[in-house]
């Protein structure tokens, strides 16, 4: 089986989704807008920093509820040092509740005297300055924002490295700790943005569910649209040919023919899902061809992924030989990027599609958004997500041809449109994301749907926090 990008024809550049504005490249200072340079704004705890991190807790604990260490040390073992659970339990259930559940016998002890005034805003935790509305009093006279808490947690790798995280700034982020696994900040699941927290766990569960997958969701071959013989994809493209000759969109397995470009096959359109091509059938057999459509193309593109992670190695090996060869260019720096690139997006691609299962299936929003409403918004929405995959595709083909063994020109032509399609792909991210942030969900009247915001440069890795940690503020 041979694989195919979408398009063979190296000339057609001028109605190609990337901008030409790009083929000056102004290359040193183009090439370093692709990631980003912003400070990190999340921080890993190493064991060793830990024990602070945990004497920092437990002053606040003893402070907040008038305890002594021994009893505010029992208590947040009981509660698995979440301070959050702790003062969340204090607040709705009371101290003497608080402290049976965790077996503490108290005895008299002395109260604070509140002097506290409803215009002060200074949290007493992490003594940053709050809305007085959006802070809470206690009864010990105490004032605390219910914001510090929920920024630091436990890294989930199993098994555990033990190193938490704190973010700094936002806990609806996608961080990546020191033992390399990157997750969601806010729901701990693995990094599954453009899809919310909610929409995650929702497609998780729909995965799983074996009566609506069934059988005939093949995820890792396709049946040739002329031989029926199965075919497996060993490549990053999604345009592949049978060994008897058939090429078909792996896709939708639907046959195509041989003409086609960069960004397209000739007359072929596959990632709408139309439900007026739906069979006659009921609700039921709908709901799940509905749901085959997206689960298929999710699958793919993370098989993709899959694929692609071996493409770095090929690259390298190039890199070597054009630096050996006639070649010789002061950086080639412009193949590791346009693969780590590539890698991004594709990720962000994969999970288009769960956001879009949840977010025109008339479930979720069906209370704020009319029929006309989702349909227009979904157009709109599948326009840029075509865009992406077009250009993901494009700058696939082009990392996967064999350049090293080209002319030194056209290597340099290899160059430039790999730089041009790296910074078009990047600039289509941030137009996806400020599509669903501005154009999808932020017109919605929902709080539940908040999704971590697009970097340029990836999952964001977590710097460490050293032994004065606890005396930084967020």
Not at 27 to 51: A, N, V
Not at 283 to 296: A, G, K, M, T, V
Not at 352 to 375: D, H, I, R, S
Not at 379 to 402: A, D, T
Request: hydrophobic content about 30%; proline content about 3%.
């Amino acid at each position: 089986m041979e694989d195919y990008g979408y398009g063979g024809s190296d000339d057609e550049y001028s109605d190609g989704v990337y901008d030409d504005d790009h083929d000056e490249c102004q290359e040193d200072e183009d090439e370093q807008k692709y990631y980003c340079t912003r400070p990190p704004s999340c921080k890993f705890i190493r064991k060793e920093s830990l024990l602070a991190a945990q004497k920092d807790d437990l002053k606040r604990t003893m402070d907040l509820l008038s305890l002594k260490e021994h009893n505010a040390r029992t208590l947040l073992m009981h509660y698995r040092w979440d301070v959050d659970n702790v003062l969340t339990s204090f607040v709705e259930k009371g101290k003497e509740h608080l402290c049976a559940k965790a077996g503490i016998s108290l005895t008299d002890s002395s109260s604070f005297s509140s002097s506290h005034v409803l215009t002060d805003t200074t949290c007493e935790i992490c003594y940053n300055e709050f809305p007085t509305d959006e802070m809470t009093t206690m009864e010990c006279g105490h004032i605390f924002c219910d914001e510090y808490n929920r920024r630091v947690k436990w890294c989930p790798s199993v098994p555990s490295c033990g190193n938490a995280i704190r973010a700094e700034n936002d806990e609806y982020c996608e961080v990546e700790c020191l033992c390399g696994l990157q997750f969601c900040f806010s729901c701990s699941s693995e990094a599954h943005s453009p899809c919310s927290c909610l929409m995650w766990e929702l497609w998780l569960r729909k995965c799983k569910d074996d009566s609506e997958t069934g059988d005939w969701i093949i995820a890792n071959a396709k049946s040739c649209p002329k031989c029926s013989k199965p075919v497996e994809k060993n490549g990053g493209c999604n345009l592949v040919r049978c060994i008897c000759g058939q090429p078909f969109c792996w896709l939708c397995g639907g046959a195509t023919g041989l003409a086609h470009t960069w960004t397209s096959i000739a007359n072929h359109a596959c990632g709408q899902y139309k439900k007026d091509l739906e069979p006659k059938t009921t609700n039921s057999e709908n709901d799940i061809l509905r749901y085959s459509h997206y689960y298929y193309r999710y699958k793919s593109h993370a098989q993709s992924l899959k694929a692609e992670e071996d493409l770095i190695k090929r690259l390298r090996q190039k890199m070597d030989t054009l630096e050996s060869g006639e070649f010789v260019a002061k950086d080639n720096s412009w193949i590791t990027d346009g693969f780590t690139r590539l890698t991004l997006s594709r990720r962000i691609l994969c999970y288009t599609y769960p956001f879009a299962f949840f977010m025109f299936g008339g479930v979720l929003f069906k209370n704020e958004m009319t029929q006309e409403e989702t349909t227009i918004k979904q157009r709109l929405f599948e326009y840029h997500q075509q865009q992406l995959e077009k250009n993901i595709e494009g700058l696939s083909m082009f990392l996967e041809k064999p350049f090293e063994k080209y002319p030194a020109q056209e290597v340099s032509e290899i160059r430039m449109k790999i730089i041009a399609l790296t910074s078009a792909t990047n600039n289509l991210c941030e137009k996806l994301y400020d599509c669903i942030d501005n154009e999808l969900l932020g017109p919605l009247q929902q709080t539940t749907h908040i999704i971590a915001p697009y970097r340029s440069g990836g999952v964001e890795k977590a710097s460490e926090i050293l032994e004065n940690c606890s005396t930084e503020t967020g």
